[in-house]
């Protein structure tokens, strides 16, 4: 069965420093999302793309963040410049359409 | 702007008994309603949608929910509990053909007793 993979699993960083948390998505789907869980707290919607380009984002997406689909497969989340704050967990989901999205096993990030 | 709340940070029960996990929400429009299960390390794993068909939504692992627009819930239940269900479950919403963002509940924490 399909699945969205995301490498790394578990990324540490130093504050300051940028990171990208990188997914594949189902290869069949268009819609293309990042969420985020902070420890002990709810899942939390970042960012949705479809067509290239963004088509929603939370407030929590500012401009330290951003999103690519550099090629055919992947999709990737950028965090510019790390806060401690942004530790956390960050999944990728993808739809085939609007509706059921599916959820990648995620990437957990520690910023030091 | 759309909400969920679950009922019930952790929920126990025994067993082979019945599980209900509560989730009430507000939506403006009419909703996308999902559950979603979280194993221990693991990522977010679909149980069931509704999407404005069936008002019972049978999911996996014989999970089911009802829409129940009167009450705005969507509770979900299985008639009896399996020590494989220990888990975080997620209550969602999202706005037909509105906001693409899910809108999660807090989660609730399935715990199962021999």
């Known amino acids: 069965e399909p699945e969205v993979t995301q490498t790394p699993s578990h990324q540490v960083t130093q504050m300051g420093q940028e990171v990208i948390l990188r997914c594949v998505p189902i290869s069949n789907h268009l819609y293309f999302y990042w969420y985020r869980q902070i420890l002990g707290q709810k899942v939390e919607f970042l960012v949705s793309?479809?067509?290239?380009?963004?088509?929603?984002k939370s407030e929590i997406f500012d401009d330290q963040f951003s999103v690519e689909r550099p090629d055919g497969s992947n999709f990737t989340l950028k965090i510019r410049s790390t806060k401690l704050e942004d530790s956390a967990m960050y999944f990728c989901?993808?739809?085939?359409?609007?509706?059921?999205?599916?959820f990648g096993p995620g990437t957990r990030l520690t910023v030091t | 702007a759309q909400s969920v709340t679950q009922l019930g940070s952790h929920v126990s029960v025994s067993e082979g008994a019945l599980v209900l996990l509560r989730c009430n929400y507000s939506s403006s429009v009419p909703p996308y309603l999902f559950w979603y299960v979280q194993y221990p390390n693991q990522g977010l794993q679909l149980l069931l949608k509704y999407t404005s068909a069936a008002t019972l939504v049978k999911g996996i692992n014989g999970f089911e929910a009802e829409f129940k627009k009167s009450e705005t819930s969507f509770h979900l239940t299985k008639p009896s509990a399996h020590m494989s269900d220990a888990a975080e479950y997620f209550c969602?919403?999202?706005?037909?053909?509105?906001?693409?963002?899910?809108?999660f509940g807090k989660g609730t924490h399935l715990i199962i007793q021999p």
């Open positions: 793309f479809y067509n290239n380009e963004i088509s929603e």
């Open positions: 989901a993808s739809s085939e359409k609007k509706g059921a999205q599916y």
């Open positions: 969602a919403v999202s706005e037909e053909g509105g906001a693409d963002g899910l809108t």
